[in-house]
């Protein structure tokens, strides 16, 4: 059985002709940890010599195959000077695999990492001997595993693929003023989404009026400080990027509506030096985001209603009471401890342009890991409050609504959508020389596998494509290089450490037989997590559409 306290050092096989020539994760970083039965975060600590580029970090659950997890940068190329660098978390007792790469990207050959913890080595077969191993022996090492590599998925688009149809057809979209866009999955071929392909869901229409000269965001409420910033103001500030997958929460909700998804690059500044500048009460608990955008809403079901108001209009209700019809501004909120997340960003670039109108211009919020509706565009207050905000957003529209049985009780359940839930989807099948490949996306998580099901039939793991640099294209057809995309993205000081993009993934099918056949896909997250079957008891209870993130069945025909 494997155990771990902490790990203590890596060593390589075969050795890689001094490309990388040692590799340390030193119990002095993180001695001891096992909260929730996992690392946090951790340093790695690189020798290199002759290496200019980078290096590609796997790891895997136990009976999956290796899955990339992260990029390290080794810039010390001279001396056997050392780079330190940061590896997302891992469950406990996951081995670890490191591929070399040259800066221009090209692969050098296999480095396979055996990772080994300060109590014994992490391999079913225990009784080979330190010494042995770490000589870096070959027929020990063979003798203890065999190990599998996983490489770069192939990219999206590949010049003379032919792609295999669906038969599963889905309907077209019907008319809508709420939702555009949405792009077939079969078409899905670069990793960043370009925006005139992104879909688009507005619930009060797109504002008449975005002038970016008179724009405003106001910091209000309970602040000690309250401001009013210009976009010349935000545009001042700290710069940062994030590859972040947008997904509207009704994502396959209905048969038509199941590609409201795009991946893109936002730009803009952090949010939570704002929050603290403007010095945030103690009794907030509290903020919300209000875009310019408004539109009509009636509040029915309210038994306190007593007046109009000023601008409301009232009309009976069945039960006596009165249904009050309002303009309401679009508006979501978060806790003070989510807002505060310090990758949220008031946005005003996307993929390196001006936001379009349809997408927020000027300025948006951007809340990483969150459904699409909390993603405010047309932002224009920031207010913090010491109670919860009720508007249609948060209490009358995108709440899950559950019917769960207890105890032999039926118990309704009413919760507001909230952060992105583990996600895939089989995107097309495609053939090649004879050969078919299943081709498809994951995303609301960190990733770390993906598995294909033909015909309900066992599970096959799919190979992930390499993960994207800091803020980086992993996929995006483009003239540089990944290194070199890798490379600008550091220097630009960009963030994509936590896994907020999707991760592209193929499962070659080879020749399967000719006929009619059912493609199915599950994630994996780094927490262990699996993305839940259709009947799955917390989907199967749901009685509204939103957060639907069971797994996805396509039907193809194979000729």
């Given at each position: ?11 390589f096989?075969?050795?890689p002709?001094s ?6 994760i ?6 001891g940890?096992?909260s ?16 200019a580029?980078y290096?590609?970090?796997c ?30 978390p891992?469950?406990?007792?996951w ?10 990207g090209?692969?050098p050959?296999e ?5 080994r ?10 009784d080979?001997?330190?010494r ?8 020990a ?28 057809t ?6 809508s ?18 925006a ?5 869901v507005?619930?009060y ?5 975005l ?14 400080r309250?401001?009013?910033l210009?976009?010349?103001?935000l ?21 038509w ?9 936002w730009?803009?500044?952090?949010l939570?030096?704002l ?18 955008d ?11 209603i ?5 601008t ?15 303009t309401?501004q679009?508006a979501?909120?978060?806790s ?5 997340n310090?990758?949220n960003?008031?946005c005003?670039?996307?993929n390196?342009?001006?936001l379009?109108p ?18 405010v ?24 609504i ?7 009780q039926?118990?309704?359940t ?13 995107a ?22 993906v ?6 039939g066992?599970w ?31 220097s ?37 997590n699996?993305q839940?079957?259709p ?8 009685r509204t559409?939103?957060e ?12």
């Amino acid at each position: 059985m494997m155990q771990s306290v902490y790990w203590e050092s890596l060593c390589f096989f075969p050795p890689p002709d001094s490309l990388l020539t040692t590799a340390e994760i030193g119990s002095d970083f993180f001695p001891g940890v096992q909260s929730a039965g996992r690392f946090t975060h951790r340093r790695l600590k690189l020798s290199a010599e002759g290496l200019a580029g980078y290096a590609h970090v796997c790891s895997r659950p136990a009976g999956h195959a290796w899955q990339p997890i992260h990029y390290i940068q080794a810039k010390a190329v001279k001396g056997g000077q050392c780079a330190s660098v940061q590896l997302c978390p891992l469950p406990q007792g996951w081995p670890i695999n490191i591929t070399a790469f040259r800066r221009n990207g090209q692969h050098p050959g296999e480095c396979i990492a055996l990772v080994r913890e300060s109590r014994e080595i992490l391999m079913d077969n225990q009784d080979i001997s330190r010494r042995t191993i770490l000589k870096g022996g070959g027929a020990a090492f063979t003798a203890m595993t065999t190990l599998r590599v996983t490489t770069p998925a192939p990219a999206f688009g590949q010049a003379g693929e032919e792609v295999i149809p669906w038969l599963d057809t889905l309907p077209p979209p019907p008319p809508s003023d709420v939702n555009d866009n949405l792009q077939p999955w079969e078409k899905l071929d670069s990793w960043i989404t370009p925006a005139e392909r992104f879909f688009n869901v507005n619930h009060y229409g797109q504002p008449d009026s975005l002038d970016e000269s008179a724009w405003r965001v106001g910091i209000t409420g309970l602040v000690a400080r309250p401001r009013s910033l210009t976009i010349a103001d935000l545009k001042a500030r700290e710069r940062r990027e994030v590859d972040f997958t947008l997904e509207c929460s009704g994502d396959n909700g209905f048969d038509w509506f199941s590609s409201a998804i795009g991946n893109a690059r936002w730009a803009g500044t952090p949010l939570a030096p704002l929050l603290e500048q403007a010095d945030v009460l103690r009794q907030a608990s509290e903020v919300v985001f209000y875009g310019v955008d408004r539109g009509t809403a009636t509040i029915r079901d309210n038994g306190g209603i007593l007046t109009p108001g000023q601008t409301g209009e009232v009309q009976p209700d069945s039960d006596g009471g009165l249904d009050l019809t309002i303009t309401e501004q679009f508006a979501r909120s978060m806790s003070i401890d989510e807002a505060l997340n310090r990758d949220n960003l008031l946005c005003y670039e996307m993929n390196g342009q001006p936001l379009p109108p349809q997408h927020g211009f000027p300025v948006r919020l951007i809340a990483p890991g969150w459904y699409g509706v909390a993603n405010v565009k047309w932002l224009t207050r920031i207010e913090v409050l010491d109670r919860r905000h009720a508007g249609r957003f948060m209490s009358r529209d995108y709440i899950n609504i559950r019917e769960e049985q207890r105890d032999g009780q039926t118990v309704w359940t009413f919760t507001t959508v909230g952060p992105i839930r583990l996600k895939s989807a089989p995107a097309r099948v495609t053939r090649q020389n004879g050969q078919y490949t299943v081709k498809g996306a994951a995303w609301g998580a960190p990733i770390s596998g993906v598995e294909v099901q033909i015909d309900d039939g066992p599970w096959h793991a799919a190979a992930l494509d390499s993960p994207a640099a800091p803020a980086g294209l992993s996929s995006q057809a483009g003239d540089k290089s990944q290194a070199n995309m890798l490379d600008s993205s550091i220097s630009r000081g960009n963030n994509n450490s936590r896994g907020y993009a999707w991760r592209f993934w193929s499962f070659k099918w080879e020749m399967p037989a000719s006929g009619k056949h059912t493609v199915r896909s599950r994630a994996f997250d780094v927490n262990g997590n699996i993305q839940p079957a259709p009947d799955d008891p917390f989907l199967a209870s749901k009685r509204t559409y939103w957060e639907s993130n069971g797994q996805i069945t396509r039907q193809v025909l194979i000729p």
